[in-house]
């Protein structure tokens, strides 16, 4: 019987087995499934952040290009930052990062964006300003430093000296002395050195701006330095204001309407107002300067702004003499040397130029042990100048 029983009770158990096995083989089977739809479902919320991210990032770099304001942090708060905006003087309250919040201070300038979110720290107000603008008490170039320029001389000291000196002559003829001089050549003319002799003969506090330093990325920025700029100028009169490089701000308007271009305008703008509203006959005298007449907006040399244009050529032969003898004066020269073969070799050399002939001049008699500078000396350097000029065209033809 047992014999019988054997194979029967063997099949019943295999059959167990397989249907266990069946069993947790469904469960598995069901339990792949469904991890599965996790692992899809994992992968779409992967794509979903990874999109998200692409998203922000993108917007981020947009919100670092697009205009930024200028504010001044108030106070840090549990409930964010206040900060004061520049030119309308609201206050806002803002939220920032965690990183962003360990880096400012009270005090400290920012830009922020059209949502008033902060999105940079800025360098110190003072630190632009003291970059921006330069104070010289009293400039220490006279007329007697500045070489074949006698016409230009004679205007500078009828347009700017003038009105300094006695304001009352205009009053009393009744007329208004021309707003604000310009002056335009090629560089190294000695343009700067004018507007220093001017304010060094009539005693006034020489103010000078860079145009290129007045142009500045963030909205209002610039208009405020200008009005800083006047401001200072009033605090130091008589004054006279030197605007180098004005094509920087005052460049023909061009056809692309990108922010920075709209920035320009607005510190435009903001020069044009300050002169409009200027007393004529006040204490303070504008001189800009300016390598590039041919970009300048017209806009600028309406009456009443920089009505009055004075050239500023490079010298001709008897300025060249000129100039070498001024830079000349404290130089132990050998008897021989001949400025005036000198001054006619020398063509198409600018008054920087001239200077910078004579300091090398002296350089090849010290590397030569030497104390007197010969005319040799003069050729030598002359050739030296030339040749690095030429280095540097051709390195920013190929640059
Ligand atoms: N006419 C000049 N007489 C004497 N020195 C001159 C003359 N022109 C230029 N120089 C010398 O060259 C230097 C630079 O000149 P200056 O800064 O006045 O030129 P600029 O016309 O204002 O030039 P830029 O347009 O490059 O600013 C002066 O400090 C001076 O030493």
Redesign the pocket.
């Known amino acids: 019987m047992d014999d019988v029983d054997q194979p029967y009770d063997d099949d019943v158990s295999k059959q167990e087995k397989i249907e266990t096995l069946e069993e947790q083989l469904e469960v598995l089977e069901s339990q792949n499934e469904e991890m599965r739809d996790e692992l899809l479902d994992a992968n779409a919320e992967n794509n979903k952040y990874k999109q998200k991210l692409e998203r922000l990032t993108h917007e981020n770099k947009k919100l670092k290009q697009s205009p930024l304001f200028v504010a001044t942090v108030q106070e840090l708060t549990e409930d964010g930052v206040v900060i004061k905006q520049h030119g309308n003087n609201q206050e806002a309250l803002t939220e920032v990062t965690e990183e962003m919040r360990e880096e400012i201070e009270p005090d400290d300038r920012v830009a922020v964006n059209n949502s008033l979110s902060i999105v940079k720290t800025l360098e110190d107000e003072t630190d632009v300003r003291a970059r921006v603008m330069q104070v010289d008490q009293s400039p220490d ?1 006279s007329y007697q ?5 006698d016409d230009q001389v004679s205007e500078v000291r009828e347009t700017v000296e003038m009105p300094l000196k006695s304001p009352e002559m205009f009053d009393e003829v009744g007329i208004d002395p021309p707003s604000g001089v310009l ?1 335009h ?12 002799a001017v304010a060094n003969q009539t005693d006034a506090t020489f103010i000078k701006m860079a145009g290129s330093e007045l142009v500045h990325k963030f909205i209002g920025e610039g208009a405020k330095l200008v009005r800083d700029l006047f401001e200072l100028a009033r605090q130091h009169e008589p004054s006279v204001l030197f605007i ?2 004005i094509d920087a701000i005052a460049a023909k308007r061009t056809d692309s309407k990108t922010s920075g271009d709209a920035e320009v305008q607005r510190t435009m703008m903001q020069l044009l107002s300050e002169m409009d509203g200027f007393d004529e006959r006040g204490e303070i005298r504008i001189i800009a ?3 590039r007449f041919d970009m300048l907006d017209r806009a600028i040399l309406r009456p009443g702004r920089f009505d009055r244009l004075i050239e ?1 050529p490079k ?1 001709d032969e008897t ?1 060249r003499e ?2 070498f003898k ?2 000349t004066r404290g130089m132990n020269l050998a008897e021989t040397v001949d400025f005036k073969s000198l001054a006619a070799e020398a063509t198409d050399a ?7 002939i004579c300091t090398e001049a002296g350089m090849f008699a010290i590397r030569d042990d030497r104390t007197e500078v010969t005319e040799a000396d003069f050729r030598d350097a002359w050739e030296k100048i030339q040749a690095e000029e030429s280095d540097d065209e051709v390195s920013k033809t190929f640059a």
């Open positions: 170039v430093d500045i070489g074949g320029l002056l050549g090629p560089p190294g003319t000695g343009k700067t050195m004018l507007a220093k180098d490089e300067a300016t390598n500023v010298p300025g000129q100039i001024i830079h600018s008054g920087a130029e001239i200077k910078a």
